[in-house]
């Protein structure tokens, strides 16, 4: 038998984009596509200055989860030298083994949580939050498969498929993957800008 494999090359375009504010979202093999793809599609929509970055220096293309690939905007090794004004780590388990085993990826993640910018985990990257030491102590939700690693670090909110916790915004997954990026608008913009954005988008915000 031939499998035939359809690969997918997503490349977002920069439209609209506000000059000051400005989201890294960090890119890594095997990432959560529906979460990654509907973060930065939401904030471009808001007028944000998305930035897509590639874990794996010299990747044209990054291989998402399930085999859709997108073309980063810049490497992270080479990338931004001053913190945006929020970092978001979208999930996926090849993913997120990968960001918590960066060294490079921990010392920006500190950055961020030193300089009170604010940090985005989707799903399972609540883990490479874990493992660089970033914000113990916090509130937080993730996907409930991690609940028990998570549970001694982290105060694990089960109830919510989005908390927020000073600059820690954290969701369950990619079910919960639009009400998270309308969070993120809300908090770098306003609310009005966020259900004018949702009713657009025809989504109905908890």
Do not use: W
């Not at 609209?16 to 959560?32: C, E, I, K, Q, S």
């Not at 949580?113 to 916090?138: D, F, R, S, T, V």
């Amino acid at each position: 038998m031939i499998r035939y494999m359809l690969l997918c090359t997503v490349i977002f375009g920069l439209t609209n984009a506000h000059p000051y504010v400005r989201v890294l979202v960090v890119l890594a093999t095997g990432f959560d596509e529906i979460e990654t793809i509907t973060v930065v599609r939401v904030l471009r929509a808001a007028g944000a200055h998305v930035n897509l970055a590639s874990l794996s220096p010299g990747k044209l293309l990054v291989r998402g989860a399930h085999m859709l690939r997108v073309k980063p905007d810049m490497d992270l090794l080479t990338g931004p030298t001053d913190p945006y004004d929020a970092i978001i780590l979208p999930g996926g388990e090849a993913a997120v083994k990968l960001m918590s085993a960066s060294g490079e990826l921990g010392r920006l993640l500190v950055e961020y949580e030193k300089y009170n910018k604010y940090i985005g985990a989707m799903g399972l990257a609540a883990l490479a939050l874990q493992q660089h030491q970033i914000a113990y102590g916090a509130l937080l939700t993730a996907d409930p498969r991690v609940e028990t690693q998570l549970s001694d670090f982290y105060g694990f909110i089960t109830s919510d498929d989005v908390v927020v916790d000073k600059t820690l915004v954290t969701c369950t997954g990619p079910g919960s993957a639009m009400q998270f990026a309308l969070e993120i608008v809300e908090l770098l913009f306003d609310k009005e800008k966020a259900e004018r954005l949702s009713k657009k988008l025809l989504y109905r915000r908890l």
